[in-house]
């Protein structure tokens, strides 16, 4: 079992940057993806970022495509997830995933087994 918590939810101004971490404890020799969802206020859950430890290969969704990256720290079974330009479209619960997704998977929730609680992002003026 993987256990993994977020953090750096915070509320930001249209425009502005902010980071959000997850971090992995106990069973990660079972993993070999990290991603992030994020679900908003009436709507579904949705694929933002996910990236291979392995590869490096990285996956985004088109909506946050030149905006967000997704980074690792393998020293210390860390993900990030780099946000720039946030408007409000971005305001969500941001959820931590982890599994072993194939390719045809990696940017759905059936490719991860493990979640976090989620950190909440809110972007307003």
């Known amino acids: 079992q993987v256990q993994l918590v977020e953090s750096g939810g915070d509320l930001v101004q249209p425009g502005g940057s902010l980071r959000l971490s997850c971090k992995a404890s106990?069973?990660?020799?079972?993993?070999?993806?990290m991603g992030w969802f994020r679900q908003a206020p009436g709507k579904e859950r949705e694929f933002v970022a996910a990236?291979?430890?392995?590869?490096?290969?990285?996956y985004l969704a088109d909506s946050v495509r030149g905006r967000f990256s997704i980074s690792r720290d393998a020293a210390i079974n860390t993900v990030y997830l780099q946000m720039n330009s946030l408007t409000s479209e971005d305001t969500a619960l941001y959820y931590c995933?982890?599994?072993?997704?194939?390719?045809?998977?990696?940017?759905?929730?059936?490719?991860?087994?493990?979640w976090g609680r989620g950190t909440q992002v809110t972007v307003s003026s």
């Open positions: 990236r291979r430890w392995a590869t490096g290969t990285t």
């Open positions: 106990g069973s990660v020799s079972s993993i070999n993806a």
């Open positions: 995933a982890a599994g072993r997704p194939i390719t045809s998977t990696a940017r759905t929730e059936r490719g991860y087994t493990s």
